[in-house]
């Protein structure tokens, strides 16, 4: 069999649809790795094995968008213990810097192996000896290990889409031998990040006594390469849309509705503590009792999605954020004019590229992430060089966006400052800066990135 010919086998937490009951059909789900993996699928006729996304309830395989699609049942007390728990109580936070305290459970962690096995038992059943398994990120980090001991497929990749946290922090978790070597299992470890794919390194090194190097890794007799693998956009998508004439008209609505200020500033993110969401508006409210001459004419457009209802700290940032949206809005508003819009929903993507249009400046202030793609999409959709990009220094896309106003999100004051910038910018400063950043997000796009995972696979 040739590379163009091998099939991959995509292995994830959830399938790139969610079941709408009420409408009985399948829809595509926003979120960075059903952009990133759904182009890719579709043109090498790869399958797609992930959970539904609805506990309890089983579905038989399907197609949809051109993708084979297999579902994994999990019953409700798995989607507690190992998706509400495990993934989202224990490692999400501790992968994330710890900047919430991740929480170490031994009932949580059985469901996790447990529910991992089953991921390994359903792919083992579709994957041939041809076949690439490309398991994805860390819901699934087990898998690796087992499938090598259950199928004998061409090669195994995982690919992490959150950081690595440094070693100090990731020596905390109980299981981390147990991660570390479900990692090991793989062929290729692909990571977002320089400093991620460091920290892993530093960790197997220290605490299962791997051999090698930061690129190179020897482990039971086996060689695993550890790859930087950032991921990308279709760049070409993006500037089609945002250039349509529906989305500029759109995009002049959405000023207009906004009262037509000078300065339309945007925040886009699933709502989630590691966004840094409340601290972009606690930054707005520092620069506006600063400059009380800006108030009217720069506002803040806050789309939140929600995301991870059932996880207690994702219920009380919501609190802490309409709480805050409340205080700034009923200190600073004039009447019909209030500094913050704060939208909690999911909007269709043609209204999404219409925002990235609208805004003058986009705000990106994680505390840690992965990468985060909507900064990309942001540049991508600025396609006459216009607008502003301001970046957390905490995101894997500042290793690559290095013309963005990069800020530390916990300095207030230096986000205020940067903000207070932005705002003040040169037509000429701002299209220097997004000529630069959108030759490096389309040089390193989605494709790009898709190749560079894929090839060190067997997979042309
Ligand atoms: P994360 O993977 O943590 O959610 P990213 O910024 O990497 O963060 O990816 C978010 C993805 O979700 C982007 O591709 C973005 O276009 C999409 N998205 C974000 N907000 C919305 C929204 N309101 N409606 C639809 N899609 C959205
Ligand atoms: O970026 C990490 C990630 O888990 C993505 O894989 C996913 O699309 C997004 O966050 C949303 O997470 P969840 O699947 O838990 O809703």
């Given at each position: 069999?040739?590379?163009?010919?091998?099939?991959?086998?995509?292995?994830?937490?959830?399938?790139?649809?969610?079941?709408?009951?009420?409408?009985?059909?399948?829809?595509?789900?926003?979120?960075?790795?059903?952009?990133?993996?759904?182009?890719?699928?579709?043109?090498?006729?790869?399958?797609?094995?992930?959970?539904?996304?609805?506990?309890?309830?089983?579905?038989?395989?399907?197609?949809?968008?051109?993708?084979?699609?297999?579902?994994?049942?999990?019953?409700?007390?798995?989607?507690?213990?190992?998706?509400?728990?495990?993934?989202?109580?224990?490692?999400?936070?501790?992968?994330?810097?710890?900047?919430?305290?991740?929480?170490?459970?031994?009932?949580?962690?059985?469901?996790?192996?447990?529910?991992?096995?089953?991921?390994?038992?359903?792919?083992?059943?579709?994957?041939?000896?041809?076949?690439?398994?490309?398991?994805?990120?860390?819901?699934?980090?087990?898998?690796?290990?087992?499938?090598?001991?259950?199928?004998?497929?061409?090669?195994?990749?995982?690919?992490?889409?959150?950081?690595?946290?440094?070693?100090?922090?990731?020596?905390?978790?109980?299981?981390?031998?147990?991660?570390?070597?479900?990692?090991?299992?793989?062929?290729?470890?692909?990571?977002?990040?320089?400093?991620?794919?460091?920290?892993?390194?530093?960790?197997?090194?220290?605490?299962?006594?791997?051999?090698?190097?930061?690129?190179?890794?020897e482990w039971e007799g086996r060689e695993i390469i550890l790859q930087v693998a950032p991921?990308?956009?279709?760049?070409?998508?993006?500037?089609?849309?945002?250039?349509?004439?529906?989305?500029?008209?759109?995009?002049?609505?959405?000023?207009?509705?906004?009262?037509?200020?000078?300065?339309?500033?945007?925040?886009?993110?699933?709502?989630?503590?590691?966004?840094?969401?409340?601290?972009?508006?606690?930054?707005?409210?520092?620069?506006?009792?600063?400059?009380?001459?800006?108030?009217?004419?720069?506002?803040?457009?806050?789309?939140?999605?929600?995301?991870?209802?059932?996880?207690?700290?994702?219920?009380?940032?919501?609190?802490?954020?309409?709480?805050?949206?409340?205080?700034?809005?009923?200190?600073?508003?004039?009447?019909?004019?209030?500094?913050?819009?704060?939208?909690?929903?999911?909007?269709?993507?043609?209204?999404?590229?219409?925002?990235?249009?609208?805004?003058?400046?986009?705000?990106?202030?994680?505390?840690?992430?992965?990468?985060?793609?909507?900064?990309?999409?942001?540049?991508?959709?600025?396609?006459?060089?216009?607008?502003?990009?301001?970046?957390?220094?905490?995101?894997?896309?500042?290793?690559?966006?290095?013309?963005?106003?990069?800020?530390?999100?916990?300095?207030?004051?230096?986000?205020?400052?940067?903000?207070?910038?932005?705002?003040?910018?040169?037509?000429?400063?701002?299209?220097?800066?997004?000529?630069?950043?959108?030759?490096?997000?389309?040089?390193?796009?989605?494709?790009?990135?898709?190749?560079r995972c894929l090839a060190p696979l067997g997979i042309e």
């Open positions: 069999m040739t590379p163009s010919e091998r099939r991959a086998v995509v292995i994830a937490n959830r399938l790139p649809v969610a079941w709408n009951g009420k409408k009985k059909e399948w829809k595509t789900s926003p979120g960075g790795l059903v952009s990133a993996l759904t182009p890719i699928l579709q043109e090498t006729k790869g399958v797609w094995i992930g959970w539904s996304g609805v506990p309890d309830r089983e579905f038989e395989p399907f197609d949809h968008s051109g993708i084979r699609q297999v579902p994994v049942f999990l019953s409700q007390e798995e989607y507690e213990s190992f998706y509400v728990g495990f993934c989202n109580g224990t490692l999400w936070p501790l992968y994330h810097d710890a900047v919430r305290e991740p929480q170490f459970h031994r009932h949580w962690w059985r469901p996790y192996r447990d529910v991992n096995q089953k991921f390994a038992e359903t792919a083992a059943k579709t994957l041939t000896s041809e076949d690439v398994a490309w398991v994805q990120d860390y819901q699934l980090q087990l898998v690796p290990k087992m499938l090598r001991e259950l199928t004998t497929v061409h090669r195994i990749g995982f690919y992490l889409h959150i950081p690595f946290p440094p070693v100090e922090l990731f020596a905390k978790m109980p299981w981390r031998g147990d991660v570390l070597e479900g990692l090991l299992g793989a062929d290729v470890l692909a990571f977002q990040s320089r400093s991620s794919r460091t920290n892993f390194s530093v960790a197997a090194r220290e605490l299962v006594g791997a051999r090698g190097s930061t690129r190179l890794l991921i990308g956009i279709d760049t070409t998508m993006f500037k089609r849309h945002a250039s349509s004439e529906v989305t500029l008209a759109t995009a002049e609505l959405i000023r207009s509705r906004l009262g037509d200020p000078k300065i339309v500033v945007l925040g886009v993110d699933r709502l989630d503590y590691t966004k840094g969401i409340d601290l972009r508006m606690r930054a707005l409210q520092t620069l506006l009792d600063r400059r009380p001459d800006l108030a009217g004419d720069v506002v803040l457009v806050q789309i939140a999605v929600p995301s991870r209802e059932d996880v207690a700290e994702y219920r009380k940032i919501r609190r802490d954020i309409e709480g805050l949206v409340g205080r700034i809005n009923g200190d600073l508003a004039q009447v019909g004019r209030p500094p913050i819009h704060y939208l909690y929903r999911s909007v269709p993507f043609d209204e999404l590229i219409a925002y990235y249009r609208a805004a003058d400046v986009m705000l990106v202030t994680p505390l840690r992430d992965g990468m985060n793609l909507v900064a990309k999409e942001y540049v991508a959709s600025r396609y006459d060089n216009t607008g502003a990009l301001i970046l957390s220094e905490f995101a894997g896309a500042a290793e690559q966006l290095t013309q963005a106003l990069l800020v530390n999100p916990y300095d207030l004051n230096g986000l205020a400052d940067m903000l207070e910038r932005s705002v003040a910018m040169s037509q000429d400063e701002q299209a220097r800066r997004m000529s630069l950043l959108r030759g490096s997000v389309a040089r390193h796009d989605v494709f790009w990135w898709a190749e």
